[in-house]
C-alpha cells in the first residue's frame, strides 16, 4: 500500500471510532483539552481530511474518547 493509502486507512479509523463514540470534532477538542491537548475544532477537522497526523496525536485522541482498543481491519 502507498503511503496516501495507509493515511486514509488511519483517518478513516479514527473518524469511524470518533462516530461509534458519539463524539463530534467539537467534543473532541474539549475532551483533548481536558488532558491538556490544545486542538481547536478547525485543526482537528483539517488533520483528519487531510489524513496526515502523527501516531500521538492518534493516541491522544483514543485516549480522550476512552478508547481502549483500535482494530486495523
Known amino acids: 500500500m502507498a503511503t496516501t493509502d495507509w493515511e486514509k486507512?488511519?483517518?478513516n479509523l479514527l473518524k469511524a471510532e470518533l462516530k461509534m463514540k458519539g463524539v463530534t470534532y467539537a467534543e473532541l477538542?474539549?475532551?483533548?483539552?481536558a488532558i491538556?491537548?490544545?486542538e481547536k475544532e478547525a485543526n482537528i477537522r483539517n488533520k483528519l481530511a487531510r489524513g496526515r497526523f502523527s501516531?500521538?496525536?492518534l493516541a491522544q485522541?483514543?485516549?480522550a474518547v476512552g478508547s481502549e482498543r483500535l482494530r486495523l481491519d
Open 9 to 11: 486507512l488511519i483517518s
Open 29 to 33: 477538542a474539549d475532551k483533548l483539552a
Open 36 to 38: 491538556g491537548v490544545e
Open 55 to 57: 501516531a500521538v496525536f
Open 61 to 63: 485522541c483514543l485516549k
